[in-house]
């Protein structure tokens, strides 16, 4: 599959690692967007949050768990901000379901 971030999972294209498990796969934005700017990706391929069903939903789950220890081992201790862009409207540009995890600042009260 000629997927960006399942090339990253599988380490044909290099990445900031800073959590893996074996369902859950987290890494450094490349173009970061706050001080701290962190990708969770499940390792199986969902296009996109309209991919979620309660077949996968399990995985979701798990993200959300993994997320709060991920943002305090990055020192997020005065809190952070989870996006999950889909579709064209929400300018989502990789295809394969991710939670951005935003922080290291004051962010702007404004999300769009
Ligand atoms: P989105 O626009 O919500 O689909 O987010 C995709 C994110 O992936 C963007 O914030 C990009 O900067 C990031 N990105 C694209 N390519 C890479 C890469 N090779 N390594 C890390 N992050 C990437």
């Keep these: ?3 960006l971030f399942c090339k990253i ?3 044909d ?3 900031k690692k800073v959590y893996e498990d074996e369902s ?3 890494f450094y934005d490349i173009a970061p967007q706050a001080p701290v700017h962190i990708l969770v990706i499940p390792k199986v391929h969902i296009p996109s949050m309209d991919g979620i069903s309660a077949d996968n939903a399990d995985i979701v789950a798990k ?3 993994v997320i709060p ?3 305090s081992d990055a020192g997020l201790t005065n809190g952070y901000r989870v996006i999950s862009n889909c579709g064209d409207d929400a300018c989502q540009s990789v295809k394969h379901l991710h939670f951005h995890i935003l922080g290291g600042a004051q962010l702007s009260e404004k999300m769009a």
Aim: with cysteine.
């Design 1 to 3: 599959m000629d997927c």
């Design 24 to 26: 859950v796969f987290a």
């Design 63 to 65: 993200i959300f768990t």
């Design 13 to 15: 294209i290099p990445s």
């Design 9 to 11: 999972i599988n380490g």
């Design 69 to 71: 220890k991920i943002a």
